[in-house]
């Protein structure tokens, strides 16, 4: 038996849940940063969740948000590729934010706040994307082929300016 400290203290998980340790590095110097973790953690985990019942509707059957995706290890318990939109969708939101800036506000705020209307039906209908922070899980080049060259440009020009209001 080793003398040496255990790693984590009684009331420390033993592992870190990435989806978490994501919100944080985004939300961190934010001066509510608790409570937009928070936040943030619930929306991308239901985000993830709700691209997984795409996919697999059988596999979400009876998931609650608190119990299994916040207090659990869901995303943990499924299959890689499976594990893998989690990954992605957590990814594609640190680089979002990287960005543009986090804001608590992109949470809830209409795409039209920032999106030109010729992007917003496409954006709807084949992305999902309702809210700004929909446009997180949206690929960069994907806004190029939206909106070409100077239209993308100028709407991440728009989401900084909206990030740092």
Known sequence: MSDSPAPHGPDEPSAIDPMRRAVELVTTGSPDAHEDADR???RLKRDALASIGRIKPAVIEGVE????????????????????????RSEGMRNFYRRVGWR??????????????EALQPLRTRYHAHSLHDLAYVHPK??????????AASLWESLKRFGAA
């Open 40 to 42: 943030l953690e619930r």
């Open 65 to 88: 948000v608190q119990r299994d995706l916040i207090d659990g290890d869901f995303f943990a318990s499924l299959p890689a590729p499976l594990q893998g939109i989690a990954i992605a």
């Open 142 to 151: 994907h806004f190029e082929k939206l909106l070409d060259k100077p239209g």
């Open 104 to 117: 608590a506000a992109f949470l809830d705020e209409p795409l039209e706040t920032c999106v030109p209307e």
